[in-house]
């Protein structure tokens, strides 16, 4: 198969994966951001970094599921309930749950700074939310 043909046969695979990756980099600037000021600025959550995860978290999370919904893979749906749900779920499920147990591994077992352990934890979420997300929620 010739390399056009080929290129334009997963021309919107592509498409739509650069597009998550650029979503996933601005939702992980937000949690970055948010999670350094709580962590930072607000002394409840300097012992209490696994809180301050959770709320950063899911405000990216908010950020992502608009974002993608109507960019990356264009569905131009009016909110609906029921997709916003199941999209939390899966981001809970595949991101939350091991971000939290990356992180406390890193901090409190291995004792890593805490930013690089919530670095480790998006590499990992990253292809797990693709995949599904395109498979189960954005499906064409």
Do not use: C
């Not at 609906?80 to 990356?102: C, N």
């Amino acid at each position: 198969m010739p390399i056009k043909a080929l290129y334009n046969k997963h021309l919107p695979f592509l498409q739509q994966a650069t597009k998550f990756i650029v979503v996933g980099f601005v939702n992980t600037l937000v949690d970055y951001v948010l999670y350094y000021i709580l962590t930072r600025k607000i002394s409840f959550f300097t012992d209490h970094y696994l809180v301050a995860n959770a709320i950063s978290f899911f405000v990216a999370v908010v950020n992502s599921y608009f974002l993608n919904n109507y960019w990356t893979f264009s569905t131009q749906q009016s909110f609906r309930w029921r997709i916003f749900i199941q999209y939390v779920l899966i981001y809970i499920v595949g991101s939350l749950i091991v971000a939290e147990l990356i992180l406390f591994l890193a901090v409190d077992i291995l004792n890593i700074y805490d930013l690089i352990g919530k670095a480790l934890a998006v590499i990992i979420g990253f292809l797990w939310n693709f995949t599904i997300l395109r498979r189960y929620i954005f499906k064409q």
